[in-house]
Nanobody, 122 residues
Framework: QVQLVESGGGLVQAGGSLRLSCAAS????????MGWFRQAPGKEREFVAA????????YYADSVKGRFTVSRDNAQNTVNLHLNSLRPEDTAVYYC???????????????WGQGTQVTVSS
């Protein structure tokens, strides 16, 4: 069982940066792939980024590639998402999730946080 709590969301101007954090409980955190997803108003939840259990592999949605960076610290049971060059279309609730597989599909993720709001003003 893994419990996830996101933090770090907020309001930022276009072109700005934010760092989202996800704190995990549970001794097996280091065995999970960690992913970030987001859901904008009126839209379906979409994949943003994933990082393998070791941190050795990362994968990004095309829409954020080169702007967002995912990292993890297994000693601290945390995963971070650095959001740079933010755009109004990045406005969404951002969720972290844990998976025993490595992938970008929601069905692959077993545990989810409650989400944190990111709002980018133009």
């Amino acid at each position: 069982q893994v419990q996830l709590v996101e933090s770090g969301g907020g309001l930022v101007q276009a072109g700005g940066s934010l760092r989202l954090s996800c704190a995990a409980s549970g001794r097996t955190f280091s065995s999970y792939t960690m992913g970030w997803f987001r859901q904008a108003p009126g839209k379906e939840r979409e994949f943003v980024a994933a990082i393998s259990w070791s941190g050795g592999r990362t994968y990004y949605a095309d829409s954020v590639k080169g702007r967002f960076t995912v990292s993890r610290d297994n000693a601290q049971n945390t995963v971070n998402l650095h959001l740079n060059s933010l755009r109004p279309e990045d406005t969404a609730v951002y969720y972290c999730a844990a998976s025993s597989a490595y992938g970008k599909y929601e069905y692959q993720y077993d545990y989810w946080g409650q989400g944190t709001q990111v709002t980018v003003s133009s």
